[in-house]
């Protein structure tokens, strides 16, 4: 007999929040230290921000506004609404932590499995709380919805391509380093975050 999962409360709910979007915006300021890329929706913001030199808050906040419609079709205003606060909170924070937060000289196999488990821990929280920080992963469930195409696929193409895009503003020695870093977020969330296996 499996337990029914509980329901978070309001304060719960904002702790949650606000600790998921605080790890990924460190994770952020040591991701742009290291010159690294990511997946996703972050990863799009970082490599506009490598090519333009505009600060990663704001272009990460103005990506993310087409998503929350499609959001709001597939998962309702509630998660649309905790989503929002969430990017808004990692867009502020992302600005403000360099000013307090500095990284010394940092090995990049280090820095990639930190940047991969501190994104991975935000992340999973978030999650669990009914939130997210990026609109790919809304589209990979819509086109699933609407054509059997698998969810997953719609992420990976997608960060194929921005690697791919990576390697003319990076070095490949970097952005191999930025591809373990994805891996070690995505074995992260593959292990600690199945609804099979815990509750809540």
């Keep these: 007999m499996s337990l029914p999962s509980p ?10 929040i606000a600790f998921g979007s ?3 915006a460190v994770s952020v300021v040591l991701l ?22 505009w600060a990663f808050g704001p272009v990460f906040f103005v990506i993310n506004l087409p998503f929350y419609w499609l959001g709001w079709k597939r998962f309702g205003p509630t998660f649309v609404a905790k989503s929002f606060l969430a990017v808004a909170i990692l867009s502020a924070l992302s600005m403000v932590l360099p ?7 940092t090995h990049p196999a280090v820095g990639a499995v930190l940047v991969g488990c501190l994104t991975g821990v935000g992340l999973i929280a978030l999650f669990r709380h009914g ?23 719609v992420q990976l193409i997608f960060d194929a391509c921005l690697f791919l895009v990576a ?9 191999g380093w930025s591809f373990l870093g994805a891996v070690i977020l995505n074995l992260t969330i593959a292990v600690n ?5 815990y509750i809540a």
């Design 7 to 16: 329901r978070h409360s309001f304060s719960e709910d904002a702790q949650g």
């Design 99 to 105: 000013e307090y937060l500095h990284f010394g000289e």
């Design 193 to 197: 975050h199945r609804k099979d296996r």
């Design 22 to 24: 605080f790890m990924a």
């Design 32 to 53: 742009t230290h290291l010159g690294f890329v990511t997946g996703q929706t972050a990863g799009l913001a970082i490599l506009i921000c490598y090519g333009t030199g």
């Design 131 to 153: 939130s997210s920080l990026g609109g790919i992963g809304i589209v990979g469930l819509y086109v699933q919805d609407a054509t059997g195409f698998r969810a997953g696929w």
């Design 167 to 175: 390697l003319s503003l990076r070095d490949p020695i970097t952005v």
